[in-house]
């Protein structure tokens, strides 16, 4: 065997040395500062990037739950390029700070992405707090009750009827639901026959897809370096252009078209021909809102019902469970929101729904917009701040063996709701930018999930050999999650039901 030489023995000996002097090297400048007056803990970042490399890819939520263990402290700490960012991973730490101090926490980071490249700057979802944020706000609430029970039942009965004809594109027929719904309560427009390609449908997609995609602070470097949009050569700009062009049409078009509507005289009364007859509004700050409205109906509610037909299909024993009780309460018709007090189960799926798999597992960033402390630690004005609603909703000491989906946590033992379990609130966000929508959405969930209940068996598709197929309850998308495509056999529990809907 041949001998090392001495040379080939000093060079090992000096890239030893080096690699030993880097190593201390980099553990000397990742050390960071901890304890009273500095930011709260979190992983060593490195020079000038920070903690870029520590952003977490997939499931994000769930490695900042485990940074909190590891660290030791409800609210960890990250800085990117400069940029503080805050996670915030304890219903505690979201109550105090998002809560109690809302005057600090209500503001939202400059993002640079979905506000100036997508040009979503017109929705109030993402503007900075404010006395124009106020006054959006404002008029929203004013106008949400255009989605009253005659606009929710009517759509909930094409819904249930489009899953009696063709059960298989459930999905395509939630979003039709969801816009359908929300675009006759905001515009008096309709939208085209479920299956039907629809450009309204089509550009709240779109929009709700930019969201989804660009809504996580950081997601784009360009949330880092706002300059680096003014760049012809960066891909990111393809798409945002094609998210841009949907952006307008939301924010335009079906304006445009219910004042023209008014004008000829023909127009079904909605949110924005009331606030069109108003002459003391602002036209602007009108139109910015109403497409908020539509687009946000178009939005959250597709998750949350796409999500209880997947649990339907995982959890029979549940699904039979939620039938008997409607049954039992209503034994003659469809459900409506009058019943909505007599059934505590179908209450509980809908809370249960939220908490198991929620839609927007770090709501949307808030900012903090003054100086701040916690726990000692020191927060500085300008902090990204992501509220961690997955963790809050997954805390075991709360929810115990909280991945299954399990109703009846909310329930006490004579089957009424449980006021000593806490309302998975969370999964609304928080302080004075929780959702506006909240109503809404939970009534337009209650009729869709009742009447499906009511009329439709819901069971696992069955593959041509016989097998059965589970869905793998896989989610996928970023500020807003969507369960995968799956497939399921949606069919009629009886004829008998079934011609309820006619
Ligand atoms: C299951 C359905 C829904 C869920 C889970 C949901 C959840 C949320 C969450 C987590 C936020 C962020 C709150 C924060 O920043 O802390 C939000 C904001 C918002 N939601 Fe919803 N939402 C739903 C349905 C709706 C509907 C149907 C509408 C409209 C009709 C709506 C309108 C809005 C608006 C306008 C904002 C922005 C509020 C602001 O920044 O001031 N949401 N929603």
Redesign the pocket.
Known sequence: MPQPSKLSLELAASLAAAAAAVAVFIKLVRRRKSGPGCPPPGPAGFPIVGNLFDLPVNDPWRIYQAWSAQYGSDVVHMRVFGTHMLVINSAKAASEL?GRRSAKYSD?PHMPMIQDTIGLSW?????PYGDL?RQ??RL?VQH?HA?DNQNQTKWTKIFLQNLLSTPDDFMEHIQHL?SGA?LEATFGLQVQPSGQPDPFIGAAKLVVQSIVEAGIFGTYLVDFFPWLRRLPFFSFKKQAAIWRAASDVAAHVPWDLTKKAMESGDFLPSAASVVLSDNEADETVSRQVMA??FA??S???V??IATFILAMVLYPDIQRAAQAEIDKVVPERLPDLTDEHNLPYLTAIIREI?RWN???PF????ALSADDSYNGYHLKAGTVVI?N?WAILHDPTVYPDPEKFDPSRFLTSDGRINTLVKDPEA????????????K???S??FLALAGILKVFDIRPAVSEKGEILLPAGDYEGGLLRYPKPFKCSIRPRSTKLAVLLQ
């Not at 929705?123 to 503007?127: D, E, P």
């Open positions: 998002l939202r929705h109030f979802a993402f503007m944020w959006h706000r929203f949400a989605f969801a929300s908020a409205m946000n109906g939005a959250a509610t998750s949350a939220g929620p839609v927007a709501a949307f960033p808030h509220p609603s999964v609304w966000g928080y302080g004075r930018r929780v959702c506006p929508g909240r809404v959405a939970t337009e969930m």
